[in-house]
């Protein structure tokens, strides 16, 4: 059973910093993209960064340039997503996700997988 579990939300100040973790298990991902999805209250999910499994190339949304940073860690089956100088604007749910396909996640092909998620929220 595949399986995408986040963790590391939480509330936190105006210009301040989180990590979050996405550890996948169940299969391999070498073909994958693996990335970070957000949704706000009475908003749609949006993309925010992905990373490819395969050879570390990284593509983010422009709202978190500088400010946001992807990484993995083969071994461990883990991504991760360093959060600094986040904004109110930044407060979401944050799901990760794993699939085949373009870097921004537009369309897929074959199996697609999800997180349930961890709360981010900051505090002006």
């Known amino acids: 059973q595949v399986q995408l579990v986040e963790s590391g939300g939480g509330l936190v100040q105006a210009g301040g910093s989180l990590r979050l973790s996405c550890v996948a298990s169940g299969r391999t991902f070498s073909s994958y993209t693996m990335g970070w999805f957000r949704q706000a209250p009475g908003k749609e999910r949006e993309f925010v960064v992905s990373?490819?499994?395969?050879?570390?190339?990284?593509n983010y949304a422009d709202s978190v340039k500088g400010r946001f940073t992807i990484s993995r860690d083969k071994d461990k089956n883990m991504v991760y997503l360093q959060m600094n100088s986040l904004k109110p604007e930044d407060t979401a749910v944050y799901y990760c996700?794993?699939?085949?396909?373009?870097?921004?996640?537009?369309?897929?092909?074959?199996?697609?997988?999800w997180g349930k998620g961890t709360l981010v929220t900051v505090s002006s």
């Open positions: 996700r794993a699939w085949m396909g373009p870097p921004k996640g537009d369309y897929y092909y074959g199996m697609m997988y």
């Open positions: 990373i490819k499994w395969s050879d570390g190339s990284t």
